[in-house]
Nanobody, 110 residues
Framework: QVQLVESGGGLAQAGGSLRLSCAAS????????VDWYRQAPGKQRELVAS???????NYADSVKGRFTISRDNAKKTVYLQMKSLKPEDTAVYYC????WGQGTQVTVSS
């Protein structure tokens, strides 16, 4: 069973940066596909970025060029570097790979 723990959320100003981490633990040898999702109040959960075990990545159009997903397989950790943040990036961010983390709040002020 995999457990995921997100961290790194917080308050940022528009134009600022944050880096989220997703640490996996439990009975897993190697992470496969890992996704970052977000959910804003009153909105549906949105897939933000994905990274495959090969290192290939995919991004939602809304974050392309601003967010970068990466992984450290040795640490079983996936990161989401967020730059040029906008107020509309405000949401709870979740990582997922079969299991789900508890989420980390990101709030961007204008």
């Amino acid at each position: 069973q995999v457990q995921l723990v997100e961290s790194g959320g917080g308050l940022a100003q528009a134009g600022g940066s944050l880096r989220l981490s997703c640490a996996a633990s439990g009975s897993i040898i190697r992470l496969n596909v890992v996704d970052w999702y977000r959910q804003a109040p009153g909105k549906q959960r949105e897939l933000v970025a994905s990274i495959l075990s090969s290192g290939s990545t995919n991004y939602a159009d809304s974050v392309k060029g601003r967010f970068t997903i990466s992984r450290d397989n040795a640490k079983k950790t996936v990161y989401l570097q967020m730059k040029s943040l906008k107020p509309e990036d405000t949401a709870v961010y979740y990582c997922a790979t079969g299991a789900w983390g508890q989420g980390t709040q990101v709030t961007v002020s204008s």
